[in-house]
């Protein structure tokens, strides 16, 4: 791992909302019983000195930890506080906001790769439910490898949404009511809109990791505008 490499795109964020997305981490390494919960270290002008796992936190600041002894630890924490992450590796993707990609070369499609899968989405979509996907996504004048590797996943997941969309009649019919989808790289969160009823219009930020939400998330989305 090249710190290097990470530390520029560490994302300065307040304590507060950064311990909520430990939290919520903490919580799903527990459900999916893996042991590797984030370990920090929190600290105040009051005096207060915490270390340990947070689990649970409410909206009234109190927190439950597991402390390094393995006793179960109830603070009430104050409006601020300064936060230390101990083992930081696992949350890269929380510390950068979503911005590290860990990728060996393997993981990364050439140009030509990446234009030939599309190109194979495009078809498949078009003879299941007669729209053009467009290639305009394509077009950037720079495709890095975090946008080639991102382009190839997201045609995949597009495959499956639209297939989901489609197990009923009215879903298939709502797609073939289309003439034209297109996806475009955005500086915010997933939307979608459609143009003249007859276009559907997908942004998203290719740059940062995808949700692991996203195909539900796109599918209420796009189902949504119909």
């Known amino acids: 791992m090249d710190l290097q490499q990470i530390l520029p795109q560490i994302k300065i964020q307040k304590s507060q909302i950064l311990l909520l997305q430990i939290v919520k981490f903490n ?5 999916e019983k893996n042991k590797n919960l984030i370990t920090i270290h929190i600290n105040s002008f009051h005096g207060l000195s915490i270390t340990g796992k947070p689990i649970k936190i409410d909206d009234h600041n109190n927190c439950v930890f597991i402390n390094d002894s393995g006793s179960i630890g109830f603070y009430e924490l104050p409006e601020t506080f300064n936060l230390e992450v101990i083992n930081p590796e696992p949350i890269w993707d929380i510390l950068t906001d979503g911005m590290y990609f860990d990728l060996s070369s ?7 790769q990446v234009k030939k899968n599309w190109a194979d989405v495009q078809s498949e979509l078009k003879n299941a439910y007669g729209f053009d996907l467009d290639k305009e996504i394509l077009n950037d004048s720079e495709l890095t490898d975090v946008l080639k590797y ?3 996943k997201f045609g995949i997941i597009l495959q499956e949404v639209f297939a989901s969309i489609a197990i009923d009649q009215d879903g298939t019919d709502a797609l ?7 996806i475009r790289q955005a500086d915010k969160s997933l939307q979608v809109k459609i143009v003249d009823t007859k276009e559907l219009l997908i942004y998203l930020d290719l740059n ?7 195909v ?3 599918q209420n989305e796009i189902e949504s505008k119909f």
Not at 27 to 31: D, G, K, L
Not at 106 to 112: E, H, K, Y
Request: aromatic content about 0%; charged content about 35%.
């Open 150 to 152: 991102q382009i190839q």
């Open 216 to 218: 539900p998330r796109l």
């Open 27 to 31: 919580a799903r390494v527990i459900e």
């Open 176 to 182: 073939k009511s289309l003439r034209k989808v297109g």
């Open 208 to 214: 940062k990791k995808l949700d692991q939400d996203i």
């Open 106 to 112: 393997s993981d990364i499609p050439t140009t030509l």
